[in-house]
């Protein structure tokens, strides 16, 4: 029975963090200002976050070339 309730809890954070996850890259979206922060942050242009973003949202998971193209782009 422990098992069930341990699997239950642990979805239950994991949705949690999904649903957060998501909200965030929805103010993200809706403001320019938090777009702007969240790109000068990971050193990408907002382009490319706008689309991480989306991504989040979409449930898309994201590629291996967005992040080799980020690698890039901070040399």
């Known amino acids: 029975m422990s098992t069930i309730s341990a699997s239950v809890?642990?979805?239950?954070?994991n949705d949690a963090e999904t649903r957060q996850l998501r909200q965030?890259?929805?103010d993200a979206l809706?403001?320019?200002?938090?777009?702007?922060?969240?790109?000068?942050?990971?050193?990408e242009p907002p382009a490319m976050?706008?689309?991480r973003m989306l991504r989040?949202?979409?449930g898309?998971?994201?590629t291996s070339?967005?992040?080799k193209r980020r690698e890039s782009l901070r040399r």
Do not use: M
């Open 56 to 58: 989040y949202l979409t």
């Open 24 to 26: 965030s890259a929805a």
């Open 65 to 67: 070339f967005s992040s």
């Open 60 to 62: 898309i998971p994201q």
């Open 30 to 43: 809706q403001s320019y200002s938090v777009l702007a922060l969240h790109s000068l942050a990971d050193n």
């Open 9 to 13: 809890r642990l979805t239950e954070r």
């Open 49 to 51: 976050t706008r689309i």
